[in-house]
């Protein structure tokens, strides 16, 4: 059973500064890896998807990296804002079935303080 | 692209009632997922659609759960008999066809059983 796991659970900044999420899976047999965000009582956003060949997408200020051999994943948010502030989650289809439903980490709770 | 819409935004049901939530994909996505999230968790898988045959089923889904897709266009989803555990943020999403595309969230119903 494919488990996601992220840390920090919470992590709060300085406006301007750099940082990185991560993001591990257990089972490293994997289409993709999702990156999403989620404003409070919202629903998610989809912010890069990285296939399952590729190494790393980038989108603006956001840099997201995969090594599936390790499981791992990382989110890189450059110049953070306080209009980054939200949690971030990760999540994985499976490999092996004809769909494509996501098992997603817990997420990080991101606050970028003015 | 008017994107994933769910209706209603909010539910406050006693316990023990019936209730009957509503979601309408992106008009070109055959399939369409449902999943439930509660506070500080991530979101968990309960089915998935592809057209109007409901392909996979979660174990979270128990039997007071039904979900239909009777024209392969807009979903529902009933919870009967609703239990103070079912409080939670239902949602959900869509994709085109092919395994491990992007997934497209709605807003969410949020529901509150008392």
């Known amino acids: 059973k494919q488990e996601v796991t992220q840390i920090p659970a919470a992590l709060s900044v300085p406006e301007g500064e750099n940082l990185v999420l991560n993001c591990s899976f257990t089972?490293?047999?994997?289409?993709?890896l999702q990156w999403f965000r989620q404003d409070p009582g919202k629903g998610l956003t989809s912010l890069l998807l990285?296939?399952?060949?590729?190494r790393e997408q980038t989108s603006g200020r956001l840099n997201a990296s995969l090594d599936k051999s390790s499981g791992r994943s990382t989110l890189y948010i450059a110049a953070s804002q306080p209009g980054d502030s939200a949690t971030y989650l990760c999540a994985v289809p499976p490999k092996e079935t004809s769909g494509s439903r996501l098992t997603f980490g817990e997420g990080t709770q991101l606050t970028v303080n003015p | 692209d008017t994107g994933v819409s769910q209706d209603p935004r909010h539910k406050i049901t006693k316990r023990g009632q019936n209730v009957t939530f509503r979601c309408d994909p992106i008009s070109e996505h055959n399939r369409l997922y449902w999943y439930r999230q509660t506070l500080g968790q991530g979101p968990e898988f309960l089915t998935y659609f592809q057209n109007e045959a409901q392909l996979e089923k979660s174990r979270l889904l128990s039997d007071r759960f039904s979900a239909e897709r009777p024209k392969g266009s807009f979903s529902t989803l009933e919870i009967q008999r609703t239990e103070q555990g079912d409080s939670a943020m239902y949602l959900c999403?869509?994709?085109?066809?092919?395994?491990?595309?992007?997934?497209?969230f709605g807003p969410g119903t949020r529901l509150l059983v008392l």
């Open positions: 089972d490293s047999a994997i289409y993709n």
């Open positions: 990285i296939q399952s060949s590729q």
């Open positions: 999403a869509s994709s085109p066809q092919g395994a491990g595309e992007t997934q497209y």
